[in-house]
């Protein structure tokens, strides 16, 4: 563990990776403290160090990610899919994107008719922290981050969750919040003494050497760390993306100009909370149907009536 003496007088702490072998000698209980969260709730504090403790394990988020590659490439097999579709059905079985009606009103420009949708929103544009802590979050939502570009990854913070939400239901992490999702909500409404270190951007933001850097996650999955073709597969659709995205933002001289024609010239076809024209959360319906499972009670309902209709014409 790195200590950091600020200008103002005060002390900034960074953890280090872990790597196989090697002792961890990082204090999680004192960095969290250096950012002033000294009386957060207990059960959440513990939460929150074994997240950071997980992210800074390289054995175990390398068993994570292993997993991930593994399970989109089975996913692949026969018929070729999007890892939006990937995320989305994983996101159903594991308490992610659940449909709903808002229960206050949004204080954002919406969609007519707007809900929450139950699948995986596309963000564009660097999304004000309202925007990003009380829509997306606190729904308990997976996100393909487009606007954060190929370095950060679309994908980066979606395949943190699924990494430790994988890792909980093994007991490879050890969580008092019984989902990670639920743990995700919870943050999302702790503010913090210091704006710029929120719980969310010391777990899942950071600009550490460790996998509570989503760029860490992106560089990891697109170099030859693992050789076989699960994971060659996976690193080939997240380097294809990168060319798309700086091939546009090149031809036009703007970062955003794969969002634009991707996304933003359709938006009156998706389901979005929308601040100006500086950023948003957009929800496309998923093109094939069939990836997006019901949830267990509307299978069991569908199932109910079918049996019903049975006895009903014997």
């Keep these: 563990m790195t200590i950091t003496h600020t200008t103002a007088g005060g002390i900034t702490m960074t953890v280090e990776l872990i790597r196989n072998g090697e002792t961890d000698t990082n204090d999680y209980e004192e960095y969290l403290n250096s950012f002033g969260y000294e ?6 504090k513990e939460d ?35 890892l939006r579709q990937f995320f989305d059905d994983w996101g159903s079985k594991n308490h992610f994107n659940h449909e709903a009606q808002p229960n206050d009103k949004i204080p954002y420009e919406t969609s007519p008719n707007f809900h929450f949708p139950n699948h995986t929103p596309i963000l564009h544009g660097e999304l004000t922290a309202d925007l990003f802590n009380n829509v997306l979050l606190k729904q308990g939502y997976l996100s393909a981050d487009l606007g954060a570009g190929p370095k950060h990854g679309k994908w980066a913070h979606t395949i ?11 007991g490879q992490l050890k969580l008092h919040s019984n989902t990670v999702c639920e743990f995700i909500k919870k943050i999302s ?25 989503p760029n860490i996650i992106t560089q990891t999955l ?26 546009a933002a090149s031809a036009e001289n703007n970062y955003n100009a794969y969002a634009n024609k991707k996304y933003m010239s359709r938006i009156d076809k998706a389901n979005y909370v929308k601040y100006k024209d500086k950023c948003a959360i957009l929800w496309f319906a998923p093109q094939d149907k069939k990836t997006i499972p019901k ?19 014997l």
């Design 39 to 44: 009386t957060l709730e207990k059960s959440l």
């Design 160 to 170: 943190q969750f699924f990494i430790l939400e994988e890792a909980r239901k093994t």
């Design 295 to 313: 949830p267990p009670c509307q299978e069991e309902l569908k199932q109910n009536q079918l049996s019903f209709l049975k006895l009903s014409l």
């Design 189 to 213: 409404q702790i503010h913090g003494p210091y704006e710029s270190f929120s719980l969310w951007s010391i777990l899942f933001d950071s600009f550490d050497e460790t996998f509570t850097c």
């Design 222 to 247: 697109t170099s030859p760390w693992d050789n076989s073709k699960e994971a060659l597969f996976l690193a080939d659709k997240l380097n294809h993306f990168q060319k798309k995205f700086e091939k």
């Design 48 to 82: 929150a160090k074994s997240i950071c403790q997980f992210f800074c394990n390289e054995e175990l988020v390398l068993q994570g990610l292993k997993k991930l590659v593994t399970q989109f490439y089975q996913f692949n097999q026969p018929e070729k899919k999007t």
